[in-house]
């Protein structure tokens, strides 16, 4: 959830209560899939709520009282307008992920059972978050895989800061950058000191910044680039050295063409790799190298258009 931070009061706290007395002046409920900007599309799905249906649904809504502090700066959908006996609009809600509400109180609330509102929505034909959240639980058990496959390939005795590192707890973004940056910290410190030798060290960061570039979904996590700070660290001779003394191993070299098309190495080095490491770069590329590893050797990174 991408959010911007909002300072509240305890009176304009979002709270079941203040969502309840709304509905309970309601005459009827409006839920369109679409945020509130897209409500007046003919095509998008919608219901309408009068009577019980409305009791129902704000029990669907109960909230976790104080509200989360923050806004999402996503539109949300759906969209829930309530009326009142006239016909007149009294309230518009939107939901956020389907875990969050907008509208009550001047921050977003966690819905209490997110997963039970989306199945009562579907049961009433607004599927799509349960559609949503069946494709973001693909996603979700794939990127645990992915964070899986980064610690297991984290060299000995960095393990467990890895592990710590990967798995930010809680959905606050300050907490979980302050977290970040800590792991990453001690991650660093951890690496120096298991790692004294320079040269050493370098091999070992460099197969493990290897890991991302047989991932199939491709980017860099914040994981990832944590590895890759701590090359960018490193005396640019040292790298060089590293790969050069000694045949470097297949996971190393997908960690040099990870490093030398990084923005980073370019702007402070350049594209060019010095021989021999050009050759056997290019050659593992062209042996077994990834669409992203192809495409900047096409462009003329690790210095590479000479050789084709």
């Not at 058990?141 to 005795?157: K, L, S, V, Y």
């Not at 004294?196 to 860099?220: F, Y």
């Not at 701590?230 to 191993?249: D, H, K, M, S, V």
Request: glycine share 10%; charged share 25%.
């Amino acid at each position: 959830m991408v959010s911007e931070g909002h300072a509240d009061t305890a009176e304009d706290a979002p709270t079941t209560a203040r969502l309840r007395e709304v509905l309970n002046r309601a005459g009827h409920v409006v839920i369109v899939e679409g945020s509130p900007d897209d409500i007046g599309s003919a095509d998008l799905a919608r219901i309408v709520l009068t009577g019980g249906e409305i009791a129902d649904l704000a029990s669907m809504l109960a909230i976790v009282d104080g509200g989360t502090g923050d806004r999402c700066r996503c539109r949300g959908w759906p969209t829930i307008t309530v009326y009142d006996s006239t016909g007149a609009a009294i309230a518009c809600w939107t939901l956020h992920h389907q875990s969050g509400l907008r509208g009550i109180g001047q921050c977003d609330a966690d819905l209490r059972d997110g997963p039970a509102l989306t199945a009562w929505l579907a049961q009433r034909g607004l599927t799509r978050s349960r559609e949503v959240q069946a494709e973001l639980a693909v996603q979700q058990a794939e990127d645990e895989r992915r964070r899986m496959r980064w610690i297991h390939a984290a060299p000995a005795g960095l393990s467990d800061a890895a592990a710590t590192l990967a798995h930010p707890p809680g959905r606050d973004r300050e907490a979980w950058s302050r977290h970040v940056r800590d792991a990453e910290a001690r991650l660093t410190t951890l690496t120096r000191h298991r790692y004294p030798d320079g040269i050493e060290r370098a091999r070992v960061l460099l197969a493990w910044a290897g890991t991302p570039a047989r991932e199939p979904t491709g980017g860099l996590k914040w994981y990832d680039l944590a590895v890759q700070r701590q090359l960018l660290a490193e005396p640019a001779e040292r790298i060089l050295t590293a790969l050069t003394t000694g045949a470097p191993g297949p996971t190393q070299l997908d960690g040099a063409a990870q490093l030398f098309g990084s923005l980073e190495w370019t702007t402070a080095h350049g594209k060019d790799v010095p021989e021999p490491l050009r050759s056997r770069l290019i050659e593992h590329i062209q042996a077994d190298g990834t669409g992203p590893m192809r495409f900047r050797m096409r462009h003329g990174y690790y210095g590479a258009q000479r050789a084709l």
